[in-house]
């Protein structure tokens, strides 16, 4: 039998390990990695987050939030109509990382 020695690819730098996941940024809040919640609002309820949110169904509009920078993909389809930089929690999740903000109202 031979042996053959190999070299490890695996990183032992948090940063490097977590390169993959999306980062959220939520201005004011905190910066957290994205743990695969269903939605964004899922994810930052799971951060305690006081996310505003009523319907959870892309309906009502509450959850709206600025997408600052990044990118977000839909989950489900939204009936309410989004302006500008404006996007959905609760319908939305990051593909990469993200900055956003809850707005003040
Ligand atoms: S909570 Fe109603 S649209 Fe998101």
Redesign the pocket.
């Known amino acids: 039998m031979k042996w053959v020695k190999t070299t490890s690819t695996v990183s032992t730098s948090k940063e490097r390990v977590m390169s993959g996941i999306p980062r959220i940024k939520v201005n004011n809040y905190s910066t957290f990695y994205y743990q695969y919640e269903y939605s964004l609002?899922d994810a930052m309820e799971a951060q305690d987050i006081p996310a505003p949110?009523?319907?959870?169904?892309?309906?009502?509009?509450?959850?709206r939030v600025r997408l600052i920078d990044g990118d977000v993909e839909e989950v489900q389809d939204?009936l309410?109509d989004t302006v500008g930089d404006e996007i959905?929690?609760?319908?939305t999740k990051p593909v990469s990382h993200v900055e956003i903000e809850i707005p003040d109202e």
């Open positions: 609002l949110y009523n319907c959870r169904g892309g309906y009502c509009g509450c959850c939204a309410y959905l929690a609760c319908c």
